[in-house]
C-alpha cells in the first residue's frame, strides 16, 4: 500500500473515531456527546451551565456524562449522593485538575514536576496558617486595616448624602485591607501608594480569569499577558523585603520558595499573584453581594445593625462614631443574625463547581442502592449552586432571606431532601479535603466590613434602579459578579 494511501486511511479513521466519540457501556450514567466533535455541549453548557444542567437532570436523572470540550464530565445532582462522592479520595483526585490549570492561568511553573521535590505539600501544609489559632491576628490584623481605611478614605467628611458605586466601593476597600493584612505594609507608610493601579490592572486580569481558566492561550487575550506581568512584578523579592507586617501565612510562603533554587524570583512572585487573586478574586463580590442585599431589606438591616449594637453595649463599648471600633474574632462569632445573612448571600451567588478526577476505571457509589461506572481521566463534578436553588431544600430560592439559616435564635443546620437531612446544604467554599482554606478568613472579613458600614453609616439604595442580577460568564467557578453596578447613598450616622 502506498504511503499517501496509508496516511489518508490512516487520517480517516482517526476523523472516524473523534466522529464517533466514545459509547455508552453498561453501568455507565447516560452520555450527552452534542453533535460537535470534541466541543460537545460545550457551548450550551459555556453560556448558562445552571439552566444546562437543571434541563439535563430533568431528561436524565440525578447522574449524567457530557462532553465538553473534549472532556468527559459526569454530573451529580443530587445533594443527597454528595457525602458519597467527597469521602471517595482515593479515587478521585482535586489536585490533578488544579495542578495543571492553575501554573497556566497565574504563569508559574507547573508544582508537581520533580523540578520542586516537597513543595506542593509544603505549600499546602501553610494553609494551616490562615485557620485555627492563626485566624485571631489574622482577623485582628485585617480589623486595623479596614478601619485605617474606612477612617482615612470615607469617614473624614461630615455632613450629607454621598452617592457611591457599590460594587467599586466594596471592591477597593476589601482590596486594599486584605492586601495590607496579607502582604504588609511598606517600612515607612501605614498604605502603599499606586493602589489604584493594582486594582486596575487586578480587575482587567479578572475580567479574562474564566478564558484563562478555560485554557484559552493567553497572548490570543489581548493585553492580559502585559498585565499579568505587571501583576507579578509587584510581588518580587526584593520588593517584598522592603514590607513590614507581613502576615505569617505570606512569610511562610516566601520562606518556602527561597528553598528552591530552580524557582526564579519571578516564579516566587507569580505565586504570590495568585494568592492575591485567591484571597480577593471571591471575597470582594461576596462582600457586595452581602452589602447589596442587607441595603436593599432594611428590615433585615435593622435587625443585624441591632444584634451588632447589643453586642456592643454586652461588651461594654460606649461606641461613637468619632471613635475608632475593635471587634475581636469571639465578638464576630456571636454575631449570629449577620452570618446567617452572608451566608444567605453566598448561597444566592456562589456556583462554584467541585471538581475531581477519576484516577482509575471503577464503580462510584453513588448511595446505598446505586453506583455509576466511571473510567480512568473522566471527571466528577458537583455543582452546588442546583441544590442552592432547590425549592424542595430551600423555599422560595430565589428570596433574599436574612435569617434562613437562623432556628428559635440559633444556627439552624437542619435542611432535607426526598424527606432526608443533608449532611451539605451549603457549599460555596468547596468540599472535603480540598474545601477553601480561607473560608473562615474571608466569613471574618466579610463581617468585619460590614459591621462598620452599619455602625457608621445610614444606608440606601438609590431609586428608580433595576436590580441587580447574576453575570454568569464566572459560572462555576466561585462567587458570581454583578452584570451592573449598583448605585447607593450613604452618610455618617450621628451616634
Ligand atoms: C467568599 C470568599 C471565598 C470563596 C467563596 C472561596 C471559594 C473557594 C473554592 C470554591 C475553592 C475550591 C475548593 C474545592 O474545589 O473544593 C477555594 C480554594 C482556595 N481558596 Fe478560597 N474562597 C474564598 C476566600 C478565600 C480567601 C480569603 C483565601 C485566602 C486568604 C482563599 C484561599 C484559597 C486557596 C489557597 C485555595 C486552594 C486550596 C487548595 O489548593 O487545596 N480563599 N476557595
Redesign the pocket.
Known amino acids: 500500500m502506498s504511503p499517501l494511501l496509508l496516511l489518508l486511511l490512516g487520517l480517516l479513521s482517526l476523523v472516524l473515531c473523534v466522529l464517533r466519540g466514545r459509547k455508552r457501556r453498561a453501568g455507565e450514567p447516560p452520555l450527552i456527546k452534542g453533535w460537535i466533535p470534541y466541543v460537545g455541549k460545550a457551548l450550551e453548557f459555556g453560556k448558562d451551565a445552571h439552566k444546562f444542567l437543571e434541563e439535563h437532570k430533568k431528561k436524565y436523572g440525578d447522574v449524567f456524562t457530557v462532553r465538553i470540550a473534549g472532556k468527559y464530565m459526569t454530573f451529580i445532582t443530587d445533594p443527597l449522593m454528595y457525602p458519597n462522592i467527597i469521602k471517595q479520595g482515593r479515587q478521585l483526585d482535586?489536585?490533578e485538575f488544579?495542578d495543571k490549570v492553575?501554573p497556566v492561568t497565574f504563569g508559574y511553573p507547573p508544582v508537581i514536576n520533580g523540578k520542586y521535590p516537597g513543595l506542593s505539600e509544603q505549600?499546602?501544609r501553610s494553609?494551616n496558617l490562615?485557620q485555627g489559632d492563626k485566624l485571631t491576628p489574622?482577623t485582628e490584623s485585617m480589623m486595623g486595616n479596614l478601619m485605617l481605611v474606612f477612617r482615612q478614605d470615607h469617614l473624614q467628611e461630615e455632613g450629607g448624602w454621598k452617592i457611591g458605586n457599590m460594587f467599586e466601593f466594596c471592591f477597593s476597600i476589601m482590596f486594599e485591607a486584605?492586601f495590607l493584612t496579607?502582604y504588609g505594609r511598606p517600612l515607612s507608610t501605614r498604605r502603599h501608594s499606586g493602589m489604584d493601579v493594582l486594582m486596575d490592572h487586578f480587575i482587567k486580569f479578572d475580567t479574562m480569569f474564566p478564558l484563562l481558566i478555560a485554557q484559552i492561550p493567553i497572548r490570543l487575550l489581548g493585553r492580559t499577558k502585559a498585565i499579568r506581568e505587571k501583576l507579578i512584578n509587584y510581588f518580587l523579592p526584593n520588593k517584598m523585603s522592603c514590607w513590614s507586617n507581613t502576615s505569617q501565612?505570606i512569610k511562610r510562603r516566601s520562606e518556602l520558595f527561597e528553598q528552591y533554587d530552580a524557582l526564579r524570583d519571578v516564579d516566587k512572585a507569580a505565586h504570590h499573584f495568585?494568592?492575591l487573586w485567591?484571597?480577593?478574586?471571591?471575597?470582594a463580590?461576596?462582600?457586595f453581594w452581602a452589602m447589596y442585599y442587607l441595603v436593599s431589606h432594611p428590615e433585615a438591616l435593622q435587625v443585624v445593625r441591632q444584634e451588632l449594637h447589643d453586642l456592643l453595649t454586652l461588651s461594654g463599648v460606649d461606641f461613637s462614631s468619632d471613635k475608632d471600633v475593635m471587634l475581636s474574632r469571639e465578638q464576630l462569632e456571636k454575631l449570629l443574625y449577620l452570618e446567617s445573612s452572608i451566608n444567605e448571600s453566598?448561597r444566592l451567588s456562589?456556583s462554584?463547581?467541585?471538581?475531581r478526577v477519576a484516577q482509575e476505571d471503577f464503580s462510584l457509589r453513588l448511595d446505598a442502592e446505586r453506583s455509576a461506572s466511571v473510567r480512568k481521566g473522566d471527571i466528577i463534578a458537583l455543582y452546588p449552586q442546583i441544590m442552592h436553588l432547590d425549592p424542595e431544600i430551600y423555599e422560595d430560592p430565589e428570596t433574599f432571606r436574612f435569617d434562613r439559616y437562623m432556628q428559635d435564635g440559633t444556627v439552624k443546620t437542619e435542611f432535607y431532601k426526598d424527606g432526608q437531612k443533608l449532611k451539605y446544604y451549603l457549599?460555596?467554599?468547596?468540599?472535603?479535603?480540598?474545601?477553601?482554606?480561607?473560608?473562615h478568613?474571608?466569613?471574618n472579613?466579610?463581617k468585619q466590613f460590614l459591621c462598620l458600614l452599619l455602625l457608621y453609616f445610614d444606608l440606601e439604595l438609590e431609586e428608580g434602579q433595576t436590580r441587580a442580577t447574576l453575570d454568569p460568564s464566572r459560572a462555576g467557578?466561585?462567587?458570581l459578579l454583578p452584570n451592573n453596578d449598583v448605585h447607593f447613598r450613604y452618610r455618617l450616622r450621628k451616634v
Not at 462554584?352 to 471538581?355: K, L
Not at 457549599?427 to 473560608?439: A, H, I, K, L
Request: proline share 6%.
Open positions: 482535586f489536585h488544579s492553575a505549600v499546602k494553609f490562615l489574622l486584605t496579607m501565612f495568585a494568592m485567591a484571597s480577593v478574586g471571591n471575597t463580590p461576596a462582600t453566598l456562589s462554584s463547581m467541585n471538581i457549599m460555596p467554599f468547596g468540599s472535603g479535603s480540598t474545601m477553601c482554606p480561607g473560608r478568613f474571608a466569613l472579613e466579610i467557578l466561585g462567587v
